[in-house]
């Protein structure tokens, strides 16, 4: 498959990102998001994997979090610098699956868009990289889509496909409907919040 045909490729996200076709992009923090990060205690290491614009960098960074976001797509990766000008040197151009993040794990990744964005294959590899970049009781947090259609991206979870993804390695301590998405994924979004078992 041609890479700007293939969303596993950083060249399907770079044209997108170069000519402004980007529908999931909220413009901002998610509501849900910015309540969670004012309800909680603060501090510790946090991970934005496949970070677009990265507007989120920012909340995590004035809440006393040590954030860093990855995103494998260069004009990603320069969208995310214009919208966080002194917090640019935060984001890394990288591929999530291979990066060497270093020996301290993190207490807390930030899931927007792109689980959605990778192909189905992918989501053993996902949870497996997630649980292992994690530090026991450590948190997934985010939006998460779910729809039964068959093409993507946006890639939809199943009913149930995640739970039993995750059910072995996390406990699901959150789940709701979201009440923030954009029009693309409106409806068939769930805002979850999955803790990392020993
Ligand atoms: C649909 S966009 C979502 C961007 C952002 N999370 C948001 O909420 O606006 C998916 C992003 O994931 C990135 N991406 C896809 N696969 C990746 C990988 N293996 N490593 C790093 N970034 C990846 C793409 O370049 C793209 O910026």
């Known amino acids: 498959m041609a890479t700007e045909n293939d969303p596993s490729a950083p060249e399907f996200w770079d044209v997108r990102f170069r000519e402004g076709r980007v529908p999931w992009d909220a413009g901002g923090v998610p509501h849900e998001l910015a309540e969670y990060l004012a309800g909680a205690s603060g501090g510790g290491r946090a991970l934005i994997p496949g ?7 920012a909340a995590f960074h004035e809440a006393g979090y040590e954030v860093i976001a990855i995103d494998f ?4 990766v320069a969208a995310a610098a214009r919208a966080l000008g002194p917090l640019q040197g935060t984001v890394r151009l990288g591929d999530f699956f291979q990066y060497d993040f270093g020996m301290v794990r993190f207490d807390i990744i930030y899931e927007r868009a792109f689980l959605c ?15 292992d970049l994690l530090r ?5 947090i985010g939006f998460f889509f779910y729809d039964p259609g068959e093409s993507g991206p946006p890639f939809g979870l199943g009913q149930g496909e995640l739970h039993d993804l995750l059910k072995e390695r996390f406990l699901l301590a959150a789940d709701e409907e979201a009440r ?3 029009s693309v994924f409106a409806g068939r979004e769930r805002w979850q919040v999955w803790r990392r078992l020993d």
């Open 117 to 131: 964005s990778l192909p189905r294959r992918f989501r053993p590899d996902y949870c497996a990289r997630v649980f």
């Open 136 to 140: 026991p009781g450590g948190l997934l």
């Open 51 to 57: 970070c677009g614009a990265a507007y989120e960098v």
């Open 180 to 182: 923030s998405s954009v």
């Open 73 to 76: 797509s260069p004009a990603a």
